[in-house]
T-cell receptor
Framework: GEDVEQSLFLSVREGDSSVINCTYT??????LYWYKQEPGAGLQLLTYIFSNMDMKQDQRLTVLLNKKDKHLSLRIADTQTGDSAIYFC??????????FGKGTKLSVKP | GAVVSQHPSRVICKSGTSVKIECRSL??????MFWYRQFPKQSLMLMAT?????????EQGVEKDKFLINHASLTLSTLTVTSAHPEDSSFYICSALRTGGVGSREQYFGPGTRLTVT
């Protein structure tokens, strides 16, 4: 089955760019997703990328997909303190469910 | 965007009692809903897949008699934790699957329910 791996922590300074990386094992996922979870809250869909795309940009967010290496990244430009949260990448499971990485905790220092 | 609600947001119950959590898709119909569980500082783990009008499909290791799922309509799924124990304390999140206009299968998550069993 699908396995999704992420680094657990990332710390950046306000105004810098953040890059969160993710690797996955199952190349059959049609879509790959990034979710944001603020403390004590549910998940917010940030963006997703179709598996035949290399890049998707949405305002401050840029998603890069390297299918050959099964590597997905999320870049947040001009990171703000409000971006502090846990970011999960996820791939599609066989039933339409999502399989999540463990999440990367992003800390933004002023 | 699509909205999914969960009720209650927080619940504290005594060991041995049962708790029902509701998940509703407010502005779209969802044939399929999912129930996830999240332990502190860990990722979300799928518990079960809930399909409207049929029995839920449970993941390995999840007791179906303990976690009762009912998907009675296209906008409502319920999870009942029966005979709750302290180890059932967790953050339960549901999601509803919407087939999007661009062919995507988008999952929208509820805000989660924090269950504490004393």
């Amino acid at each position: 089955g699908e396995d999704v791996e992420q680094s657990l922590f990332l710390s950046v300074r306000e105004g810098d760019s953040s890059v969160i990386n993710c690797t996955y094992t199952d190349s059959s996922s049609t879509y790959l997703y990034w979710y944001k979870q603020e403390p004590g809250a549910g998940l917010q869909l940030l963006t997703y990328i179709f598996s035949n795309m290399d890049m998707k940009q949405d305002q401050r967010l840029t998603v890069l997909l390297n299918k050959k290496d099964k590597h997905l990244s999320l870049r947040i430009a001009d990171t703000q303190t409000g971006d502090s949260a846990i970011y999960f990448c996820a791939g599609g499971g066989s039933q339409g469910n999502l399989i999540f990485g463990k999440g990367t905790k992003l800390s933004v220092k002023p | 965007g699509a909205v999914v609600s969960q009720h209650p947001s927080r619940v504290i119950c005594k060991s041995g009692t049962s708790v029902k959590i509701e998940c509703r898709s407010l502005d779209f119909q969802a044939t399929t809903m999912f129930w996830y569980r999240q332990f502190p500082k860990q990722s979300l783990m799928l518990m079960a897949t809930s399909n409207e009008g049929s029995k839920a499909t449970y993941e390995q290791g999840v007791e179906k008699d303990k976690f009762l799922i009912n998907h009675a309509s296209l906008t409502l799924s319920t999870l009942t934790v029966t005979s709750a124990h302290p180890e059932d304390s967790s953050f339960y999140i549901c999601s509803a699957l919407r087939t999007g206009g661009v062919g995507s299968r988008e999952q929208y998550f509820g805000p989660g329910t924090r269950l504490t069993v004393t």
